[in-house]
């Protein structure tokens, strides 16, 4: 089995604008398919919610800036380890994601070992 991290990436407007009724069943919907990926061994280790602010130290000149990437829309909210047979079957997972149905994305990275 090979090791990956999905890393989630929305924006974050688009949760500040959900009803607490909308609110309690996305966190629903994340509860039951991060159940399923641990109940079928997929889970490694779960990540923490990432704070939408942040610096970024950049170059020789170790300059700073607000960050994460204060000019895109998206910016990532968190992220999880898994493991699967390959990328094939890591993307097929990835696929049943919460975020996606709020426009967002998982980003699917192999670990190096």
């Given at each position: 089995m090979a090791k990956?991290?999905?890393l989630f990436r929305s924006n974050p407007a688009a949760y500040q604008s959900m009803s607490?009724?909308?609110m309690q069943q996305t966190?629903?919907?994340w509860m039951d398919w991060k159940g399923a990926l641990e109940m079928n061994g997929h889970l490694k280790q779960l990540g923490e919610r990432l704070d939408g602010?942040?610096?970024v130290v950049r170059g020789k000149a170790k300059s700073v800036t607000d960050g994460p990437f204060v000019e895109?829309?998206?910016s990532i909210q968190g992220h999880m380890f898994v493991e699967a047979g390959d990328m094939a079957q890591a993307v097929e997972l990835a696929k049943?994601?919460?975020?996606l149905e709020s426009?967002?994305?998982v980003e699917i990275r192999a670990i190096i070992s």
């Open positions: 990956f991290m999905y607490p009724e909308q966190m629903k919907k602010t942040g610096k895109v829309k998206d049943g994601c919460p975020i426009d967002g994305s």
